[in-house]
């Protein structure tokens, strides 16, 4: 690596500082911590993809919501656990106009992020039937969802989605939920990180099958409506965001206000059950959390042991991005299309220097530009990829991180700013020259 940007002695001091014992094999937060230390002792800045992001301003109408909440007093105030009224009657209006699904104001909760939402979901399926111990994540996934899965000591199964799109999935899941242990199915649609986006057949397939064996589905929509192949932005107008919720009717939705309005910093999304789920009682969930309903227990015994519910300003927030949206004045998809712009450009870098596209197609056809995208190198295993990569100022995770089966690593566009392209170009070239020399 004599030709690398960075002084390797230097890069190996601050993995040994942080007692990394395989960075190819690191987590994101450890990535995170081991390039900010290398840019502070070196003022190098590095081409950051490792952490999934926001890299565009809050959406105003949200910042102007919240203001004029917190002018009115609202911090001093306890809201009520399951959410503000006016934030539950927009969610299921967003819900209704941009997925063409009806789901009532009662279902729509407010969490601090999705992975609140998800981190009490998962405890509650876990619970509601003795005889299924066991969730499904269908992968590749955001990893820290198996980091929660660890923290609650809950078991879990998972497959790589890649060769088993289409009817391939039916049997797959047939396999898999036949054994009678599966409480739920977790997913997110598109992907991360392989921006593959579900088809109303393969959703209905997860439907069905999940209504045969009476399986909880969690849709994980963290990126709603950023699939850019198909416009998506308008409010009761078809085409509609894709989802499980037009095929089976325990579902839950999670819909996050981080990416789709740049609102990350305030921790505030909708975990919205579905009707039916809500109101069921499941007798094993009654007796291990003493409540009643499965969204009363997830309201008034999970969520408010867990935080004693969300903040309120940024609840006021969400309701008023949610309400613009709605009523056609706040077009949300448009404002993040840079992503996409953005992914256009990073791949074609480094297919120009000697990478190639691990996940390259989404049932036949080219895979969408968005939020991320899956790049290997050949010869090299995704762990190789994420350490050597290190040395040139470039910094991801590896694939394996998030179940992937595939050899490469994530790569998030959202902290990549468009002056540093260039820099980008020299140092993939500059690896590239280094490492095709060795094949």
């Excluded at 001091?13 to 990394?20: F, P, S, V, Y």
């Excluded at 960075?23 to 840019?39: C, F, H, M, Q, T």
């Excluded at 799109?165 to 598109?190: A, D, Q, T, V």
């Excluded at 450009?345 to 899956?374: C, H, Q, S, W």
Aim: some cysteine; proline content about 5%.
């Amino acid at each position: 690596m004599n030709n690398s940007p960075l002084d390797k002695a230097l890069v190996d001091e601050k993995i040994k500082q942080l007692r990394i014992p395989d960075v190819g094999k690191a987590s994101i937060r450890e990535v995170v911590a081991l390039v900010n230390l290398v840019e502070e002792a070196t003022g190098f800045k590095y081409v950051r993809m490792e952490m999934g992001v926001p890299g565009l301003p809050p959406a105003q109408v949200g910042v102007d919501a919240e203001k004029e909440a917190l002018d009115r007093g609202v911090a001093a105030i306890y809201p009520m656990v399951d959410g503000i009224k006016p934030l539950k009657q927009e969610a299921s209006k967003f819900i209704k106009n941009f997925l063409d699904v009806d789901l009532a104001p009662a279902g729509c909760i407010p969490t601090t992020g999705s992975m609140q939402g998800t981190f009490v979901a998962f405890m509650a399926a876990a619970h509601v039937d003795k005889k299924k111990d066991t969730a499904l994540f269908i992968d590749p996934g955001f990893p820290v969802q198996k980091q929660q899965m660890m923290v609650l000591g809950l078991k879990y199964e998972t497959f790589d989605v890649y060769n088993f799109r289409g009817e391939k999935l039916r049997e797959k899941l047939e396999s898999i939920l036949s054994k009678g242990n599966i409480n739920s199915i977790i997913y997110s649609s598109p992907n991360n990180p392989a921006w593959i986006c579900f088809t109303d057949d393969e959703l209905k397939i997860i439907g069905e099958l999940a209504t045969k064996y009476d399986v909880i589905v969690m849709e994980d929509l963290a990126y709603f409506g950023m699939d850019f192949r198909q416009d998506l932005s308008q409010p009761g107008v078809p085409p509609f965001q894709p989802s499980v919720a037009n095929y089976t009717d325990h579902y839950i939705l999670f819909i996050s206000s981080s990416k789709i309005f740049s609102y990350a910093g305030q921790r505030i999304g909708i975990m919205a059950i579905s009707d039916k789920l809500f109101e069921r009682d499941y007798p094993d969930l009654q007796e291990r959390f003493k409540g009643t309903s499965f969204g009363a227990t997830v309201t008034l015994r999970l969520l408010y042991s867990v935080s004693s519910g969300t903040s309120h300003s940024a609840q006021w927030a969400l309701a008023g991005m949610l309400k613009a949206a709605n009523e056609g004045q706040f077009n949300f998809v448009e404002g993040i299309k840079e992503y996409g712009e953005r992914a256009h450009e990073m791949k074609a870098l480094f297919l120009k220097n000697g990478f190639d596209i691990v996940y390259k197609t989404d049932l036949g056809v080219p895979i969408a530009d968005g939020f991320y995208f899956t790049i290997g190198y050949p010869g090299m295993t995704g762990n190789d990829l994420v350490e050597n990569l290190l040395y040139y100022g470039v910094s991801a995770i590896a694939l394996d991180n998030t179940g992937s089966s595939e050899e490469g690593i994530r790569a998030c566009v959202s902290f990549v700013q468009r002056s540093q392209f260039a820099d980008l170009d020299t140092r993939l070239r500059l690896f590239n020259e280094n490492f095709s020399e060795k094949d």
